[in-house]
Nanobody
């Protein structure tokens, strides 16, 4: 059974950077496509970024395009979310999620395994 563990969240000033890490345990990362989602207080969970199982093609929400980058190292069972030029509106709990196919990217219901989340707070 696969398990996901997020790390790397914290408090950062506007304009700063953070790198989130999603560690995949139990099965090889190469078996999964992975997405990052976030949920701010009193808001719905929203899609952030996705990386395909095969080929590693990526996709992003418009709100983070050009500022965030998702990447992975299959041999280390690790997925990264590099977040630059952070804004206050990026404040949220960030989750990584996995699915065994490349179909579907930006809907939470497409994914069947979730991590526990890591808090990102962007404030002066």
């Amino acid at each position: 059974q696969v398990q996901l563990v997020e790390s790397g969240g914290g408090l950062v000033q506007p304009g700063g950077s953070l790198r989130l890490v999603c560690t995949v345990n139990g099965r090889a990362l190469s078996n999964y496509a992975v997405g990052w989602f976030r949920q701010a207080a009193n808001k719905e969970r929203e899609f952030v970024a996705h990386i395909r199982r095969f080929g590693g093609a990526t996709s992003y929400a418009d709100s983070v395009k050009g500022r965030f980058a998702i990447s992975k190292i299959n041999t280390q069972n690790t997925v990264y979310l590099q977040m630059n030029s952070l804004r206050s509106e990026d404040t949220a709990v960030y989750y990584c999620a996995a699915k065994s196919t490349d179909f579907g990217t930006n809907t939470p219901d497409d994914y069947n395994t979730w991590g526990q989340g890591t808090q990102v707070t962007v404030a002066a």
